[in-house]
């Protein structure tokens, strides 16, 4: 039975991905699937080209001939049904072997160790490119409304080869013209994973794979634009920025090669393949913001709600639909939905799919109402750059090594129930090596604010000079199974906080390694550092005022999102946040629950704070908001999975906001409220402003 809904305002859009196998009934078929896409208000279909268990390798001749054919027939039926299409040609250079040969003479991917493809190509290649071109723009010919670009349109995560490719003869011949003399593979796999500082290689390797990637681009855009008469876009779907950052790619350099006519689309990768914990929204909330800083204005944002395989067994409709909401509350112009199997043939023949898409819209309409694509994300923000990468420092041997972003910095803030922002904010964390891939000014601008550091970024930003600003010398980081004096590190004791827990403890037992923290004069040691037997190992936290004006606060734990999760953590982790933000607090910290997960954004004088509940169990938020509004004067909607959108009463006893009725697992709270406080899209000094 379908749900009323209310035909006011913007509407969620449903993107169908789907596969309609040429011949036999097809037209039929297609005919079917629009029928379900009006019943269910879907507004497109993704056709995919040839995908999954129907991919063959690259096609050409009368393969490509009966595909053409194909498309152009379901097509026509679609849009003759009033539902837009577009197209996904399913591979690029190739995703991966599984047992697929090249057929058209392509020269194969190389891996860092020389492994060789057997069906994935070279970047570098000409015939490989010629191909690209032809085959993009033969399909742009029907006038799709986006052309996608695959994920395969990566150097990494190409199977079976180790770490990807971009080392092919190739690829290296390009890179010994920057060089100035020949360099083979194995010279330039040592010098790039050598310990230390990075080697000038690196870069310039970077560099060759980058202009690779942006001719290949540039030339599938302008076939697109020739052969569509500009009727078509290129979509580019995406995977995480960090390990984008190894293969040195420029984000606005590549969207303005692919765009066409100042417009193009994004496919950010954010969602898990199958059923996680509910608690791994934070990885999916923090995707999404960090995406969204890399993106142009012009380019619209479609995240894809994954599910592989294809079926309703690898991930539950809850499930689902809270990664729906998470992409629509970020600002999603559109939802790119995995939910029929890619060998299903018959949309018809799934009516549970229809009960998923009929049962979340509610929900999705009511938050695409709030107009979330032009509100501004606020909270703790987490610096980084896209060019990280280039300048790690690395112990040798491993391209892993290279991979570092704010993912994990996220996820120990969001779970703990502190907001988080890709934007500049008055209070940044900086955890982790990618301390690097900022200068010295740069650095000293974060430590005239409110920063939060982990024991690797103190111990670097030690070595680099800035320890009279932190507040304690780092001076070396110690491995868990390393003899250290007086034993090994097991608990940290809280020391310097009022109330319960003074003297009480967490543990660091299973930190797979610690700084050593030597506080300096005027510091607070708010935690110590303890071995089994109670002897003082070192500090566990300090908080510091610096002679800038700035308030640092720093951990000796170098993986704080491993440490053992509690209330007690999560207090000292808010008393930090509150250390940081000094004398005018204006973050929503919360609490009540394990795994309450906030995203808080502003929209004119109105700020939203939106929490999700990652527990399983059911959850009775709440807020502790500095300059709190009354209970009164706050819009709370609670949206319960699956369920219509219904207002949630809020109680204050002079203190924080609690919500009164449950709110379920994965289900989302919304809190709306007016301010007068003087939030801005850019709030501090910042390197990044």
Known sequence: MKVPLTPRGPRARYHLRYQLRPGGDLAERAGHLAKVCQENEVAEVVLLLGAEEAYTGHLAGAEEDTWFAAAAQARDVLTGAGVEVSLNPWVTVGHADRGRRDRLGFAPMVSPSGQVAAAQASFACPAWRTWLYAHYGRFAQLGFRVLWVEDDFRFHNHAPLDWGGGFEPLMMERLSRLVGEEVTREEVVAAVTAPGRPHPWRALLQQVWRTAQLEVAEGLAQSVRENSAGRSRLGLMS???AMHSVEGRDWDALFTALSIGQQATQRPHFAPYSDTPGRSLTSAVWSLEAQRALRPPYVACEPEIENWPHTAWSKSDTQTWSEMVTAQLSGADALLLNVHPSSAERAEQFPRIDRLLSRARPALDWAARLHPEQSASLGIGLPWKPDTATHLRTTGGSWQELEAGPARTADFLLGYGVPVTAEPAPVQALFGRAVDAFGDDELRAMLSGGLLLDGVAAQLLTERGFADLLGVRAGRLYAREEPAQPGPYAAERITALAGADEGAYVSVDVQPALAL?????????????????????????????????????????????????????????????????????????????????????????????????????????????????????????????????????????????????????????????????????????????
């Open 239 to 241: 995977s995480l920025p």
């Open 517 to 689: 923290l030597e506080p300096a004069p005027g510091a607070q040691v708010i935690t110590e550092i303890l071995t089994p037997d109670d002897s003082q190992w070192g500090a566990g936290r300090c908080h510091y005022v610096n002679a800038l004006g700035g308030r640092v606060a720093v951990l000796a734990a170098t993986a704080p999102d491993r440490l053992a999760r509690s209330d007690r953590g999560q207090r000292l982790l808010h008393t930090s946040v509150r250390f940081l933000e000094g004398a005018h607090p204006r973050l929503p910290l919360i609490d009540g629950a394990p795994h309450l997960i906030p995203r808080l954004s502003r929209s004119g004088d109105t700020l939203r704070l939106a929490i999700a509940n990652g527990s399983a169990d059911p959850a009775h938020p709440r807020i502790d908001l500095p300059h709190a509004p009354a209970p009164d004067t706050v819009r709370a909607t609670l949206l319960a999975p699956l369920a219509d959108p219904a207002p949630a009463a809020m109680t204050s006893a002079a203190g924080p906001l609690h919500l009164e009725p449950a709110l379920p697992h994965r289900g989302w709270l919304v809190l709306e409220w007016r301010t007068a406080l003087g939030w801005s899209p850019v709030r501090s000094p910042s390197p990044l402003s």
